[in-house]
């Protein structure tokens, strides 16, 4: 904001005060409005936003205090100047403990009165873009973006509320996107860990051999191409939150290595002959039945105990209906932030369509399309015929899917194969039977087209 163009108000009783304060400001180009006494700078300042408010300490109704008190309320990014007496100096200065900026003694200084103004308003300035990023910061909250409105969702974020202040072990159960990540940051956002890091680790992107070296780090020369000393994820992580991703899909040889520092809670990096403490917070994710695992002797079942402490099952979002419009709004947001677009909005004939899709890829699903609409879309408002066939065939009804004109017949094979094992049986016997083909023909088209079922 110039600050040629501030708003200020100036409440005084005494018409010669305030004509000459206002003759004074209104040389540097600011905006001035005067008046006689509280109750009309109240039905001003209840009509209007001031950047700077000078008060007279004592004039007809509301006092400069009360009005001081008022403004602190409803308008805290507001900066007031307390007009006062020489005998009334204590009590202004009462005033700059209620969050007055400053006070000016009668017969006001003009000179001192420009300064003090110029630097109440670069304190709006301030006050005003901190406010602004703290506002962004909040929006952009991992737990902030945790849409709520089901209540299955409700049930996880009260868990999350819960277990966010120890800490103890959590294990984050759900599908493939549902918002694992997005979970584990949110319960570090919100722990006594938040201000040290957050390091996550996907597991399932390990071989056996790099495993320790990636989580506990190594020394310099400990094995070929050692060039360097390198801290592993549990360093990286100190005093702050680890997040094993994928945990399931660690080795079982690379358990034993895991369960021994969640126990100890210490780790000894390759090659290096000194045993360093993990001061870590453990915040595992799957997407596999580590109870079936563990029974399978896939999982060693004292570290699944280990790291089940406290589970929190993460809803996919074919049961969260009621928050589907909300990320919908949310995803579109960012998509056009990000692709510099316009702001765009789904109309409610492409919104059941949305609603009526079962997104077997959960959230990070939904934002892949939403991402792809906003770049192959020109209109500002989404509509059906911008969407993808098999989310039109669903809001239209079961027992029918569209096929588009020039479509080659091992398109259309593939399409009828795949919507029948999705919306009539996932029982390969019963589909074959429905499609009139042979169990043996079904399970090769399937590998031809490269459908998982």
């Known amino acids: ?12 009783d005494e018409i010669f005060i305030r004509e000459g304060l206002q003759e004074a400001l209104q040389k540097n180009g600011y905006a001035i409005e005067t008046v006689a006494d509280g109750h009309q700078a109240r039905q001003l300042l209840a009509e209007r936003d001031f950047h700077l408010v000078i008060l007279d300490l004592r004039m007809p109704g509301p006092s400069g205090m009360d009005l ?7 308008k805290s990014d507001t900066q007031c100047i307390i007009l006062t007496a020489h005998g009334n100096v204590s009590t202004a200065v009462e005033a700059m403990r209620m969050g007055a900026y400053d006070f000016l003694t009668k017969p006001v200084d003009l000179d001192h009165l420009r300064l003090m103004v110029d630097r109440a308003l670069d304190r709006f300035e301030l006050v005003t873009e901190n406010r602004k990023l703290h506002n962004r910061l909040e929006k952009d909250s991992p737990f902030r973006r945790l849409v709520r409105l089901s209540p299955a969702m409700q049930a996880a974020t009260a868990t999350i509320k819960q277990v966010a202040q120890s800490d103890v072990p959590v294990l984050l159960r759900g599908e493939t996107g549902v918002g694992k990540d997005l979970v584990a940051r949110s319960i570090h956002e919100r722990s006594k860990r938040r201000e040290a890091p957050f390091v996550a680790v996907n597991c399932g992107g390990f071989t056996e051999e790099l495993f ?6 190594h020394k310099r020369g400990a094995f070929t191409g050692a060039h360097a000393d390198r801290p592993g994820r549990f360093a990286l992580a100190e005093g702050g939150t680890l997040f094993l991703d994928e945990i399931g899909e660690v080795p079982i040889k690379n358990q034993v290595e895991l369960l021994r520092v969640l ?25 596999r039945d580590l109870e079936g695992a563990v029974a399978s002797n896939a999982f060693r079942e004292d570290l699944y105990y280990r790291l089940n402490v406290v589970p929190i099952d993460i809803p996919p979002l074919r049961n969260r209906q009621e928050d589907i419009p909300v ?17 765009k909005k789904v109309s409610p004939e492409a919104m059941e369509c949305l609603l009526a899709h079962p997104w077997p890829g959960n959230v990070r699903e939904l934002r892949n399309l939403l991402q792809r609409l906003v770049v192959t879309s020109s209109d500002t408002v989404i509509r059906p015929e911008h969407l993808p066939g098999s989310l039109i065939d669903l809001a239209a009804g079961p027992g029918h899917f569209s096929v588009r004109i020039g479509s080659s017949l091992e398109m259309v094979e593939a399409e009828l194969i795949r919507q029948t094992l999705q919306r009539v049986t996932s029982n390969r016997r019963e589909a074959a039977a429905i499609l009139g083909i042979s169990v043996r023909s079904l399970q090769y088209k399937l590998k031809q087209y490269k459908i998982s079922s």
């Open 212 to 217: 320790s070296s990636e989580l506990f780090g």
């Open 68 to 74: 001081l008190q008022e403004i602190g309320r409803q």
């Open 263 to 287: 126990e100890s809670h210490e780790f000894q990096p390759l090659g290096d002959p000194q045993v360093h403490h993990a001061n870590v917070r453990i915040i595992a994710a799957t997407n």
């Open 1 to 12: 904001m110039p600050k040629q163009q501030a708003e200020i108000l100036i409440a005084d």
């Open 327 to 343: 990320l919908i709004e949310m995803c579109l947001d960012e998509a056009c932030r990000a692709q510099d677009q316009p702001p």
